[in-house]
């Protein structure tokens, strides 16, 4: 426990002075989680409707992942690739027993994961003597921070301040094989796409459009990477998501969900493309580590065998019934989408996402805002029906209420000056009780 732990304010201090001010948190703090709950320093109660960002799977406090890391931590908690790890192996397994994948890279993140199928997508192509180094990737995709990743990522945003970007990726945009045909030369060596663009939108690759890149890849030699960081480890409700889409990636890399909480972040791949990476090509020191390796173990076999996916199925399925009559009920939702329990509801003009998550916020729910009008769900994948009802049933409350009294910051809020927009802030919070803190185009992912 931290000193600070039942003091917000302090908090808030210590990060203004002490942090690199690269995320806008909202004006909390919390302490203590159980399931679906998370609890604030001053033991206000909140639905995570948003997971830690889809990484809490078994949600917080689950009794055999804390028993699972404490008596890891409790033996040994590191001890560097040096040596074998009996749990890295054991996790490798299982992973390798449930998917496509013959091999496994163990690293601490979604962006050193999709670092690593980078690097052995190239370094495939370089021991096989051709000179094959260009990815391509799809606009308004997300693959991560670093260098390496942000290249990959099909959104300039991320990139312009940190040029010279690395080269040799190109973008073209999601859902239309004729640019990906087009965009394909003698230089490329992979293509790599999530199988639902979760940090613009929450938008579903076609299932025609995942076979027909599967298909192109395979006639011309190019491998597919399939970054299923956020999507993987039975969000979708498939362990991973690229079984609904009836084709195999041959490199796969998965973080979040796959640590319940753990920094984990994990490469798959064929045998044939493992040839990518020999002894010295890559690593990591914390890579695989025991304790890591610990709650990648139990994270799995709990997923599996305690029917956590029927629990995704179910669940969705409520949710999405319950949505879909809201949007039918209020035309200010414009659409509901995604699969699973990876969702994204999009309001039209009048209702901003900024506005939405923190009515959602004020009621004791917590989702993400992506772009102006769009929030996101992503819940632990334990969630029950009853608790999923409680969330639409408040989103539909916030609606009706709406109504009345619009909330939100309208979508003309963009053109506003500042002064207008804290007149605006203020009359909203004056109205609803409701403090906007943000109006940012995304959460900070
Ligand atoms: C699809 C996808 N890839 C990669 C990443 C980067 O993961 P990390 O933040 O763990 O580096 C994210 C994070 O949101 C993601 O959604």
């Known amino acids: 426990m931290s000193s600070l732990d039942k003091d917000l304010e302090l908090t808030k201090k210590y990060d203004k002075d002490y942090c690199l001010q690269v995320f806008a948190p909202l004006n909390v703090a919390f302490n203590k989680g159980k399931g679906v709950y998370l609890y604030d320093t001053d033991g206000r109660k909140y639905m995570d409707m948003i997971g830690g960002i889809a990484v809490n799977s078994l949600g917080h406090g689950n009794r055999e992942l804390v028993r699972a890391v404490s008596n890891q931590a409790a033996n040994l908690i590191h001890c560097s690739n040096y040596y074998y790890i009996p749990g890295r192996s054991e996790l490798a397994y299982k992973l390798c027993r449930l998917s496509f994948a013959d091999k496994v890279f163990f690293s601490n993140s979604g962006a050193e ?15 096989k003597g051709q000179n094959r180094y260009e990815i391509i990737t799809a606009n308004m995709s997300f693959h991560g921070r670093t260098m390496g990743t942000i290249a990959a990522t099909g959104q300039e945003k991320f990139r312009k301040a940190f040029a010279p970007n690395v080269p040799g990726f190109k973008y073209v945009d999601f859902n239309d094989i004729e640019q ?3 965009a394909v030369s003698e230089s490329t060596a992979a293509v790599m796409l999530e199988l639902i663009q979760g940090e613009s939108g929450v938008h579903p690759a076609d299932r025609d459009y995942i076979r027909a890149v599967r298909k ?3 006639e011309k030699g190019i491998l597919l990477i399939i970054d299923e960081v956020q999507t993987g480890v ?19 890399t998965l973080a979040k969900g796959l640590g319940g909480g753990v920094p984990i972040g994990a490469t798959l791949c064929t045998n044939k493309v493992a040839e990518g990476f020999k002894v010295g090509d890559h690593g990591s020191t914390f890579g695989g580590n025991p304790l890591a390796m610990a709650a ?19 669940v969705s399925g409520v949710i999405f019934d319950q949505l879909k009559a809201l949007k039918d009920k209020y ?6 989408r995604g699969m699973g329990l990876l969702i994204g509801i999009e309001f039209d003009g009048t209702v901003s996402s900024a506005g939405m998550k923190e009515a959602l916020f004020s009621k004791g729910f917590l989702v993400s805002a992506i772009g102006k009008s769009t929030i996101r769900i992503a819940p632990p ?3 029950s029906k009853a608790e999923a009802s409680k969330f639409c049933k408040a989103l539909g409350d916030i609606l009706k209420s709406q109504k009345k009294r619009p909330l939100q910051l309208s979508a003309a809020m963009g053109s506003e ?24 185009d995304n959460e900070i992912e």
Do not use: H, W
């Open 113 to 127: 994961a999709n670092e690593a199928a980078i690097k052995l997508a190239r370094g495939y192509f370089y021991y």
């Open 180 to 182: 990906l045909e087009a």
């Open 216 to 218: 192109l890849c395979s």
């Open 234 to 252: 039975g969000r979708t409700g498939r362990l991973f998501a690229y079984e609904n889409y009836n084709v195999t990636p041959d490199i796969m």
């Open 296 to 314: 990648g173990n139990c994270v799995i076999d709990q997923i599996m065998e305690k029917d956590i996916l029927n629990n995704v199925g179910q």
């Open 331 to 336: 035309p200010v939702i414009t659409s509901v």
């Open 381 to 383: 994948l334990i969630i």
């Open 417 to 440: 000056s500042a002064e207008q927009e804290k007149q605006i802030k203020e009359e909203i919070t004056k109205e609803t009780g409701i403090t906007i803190s943000s109006t940012d």
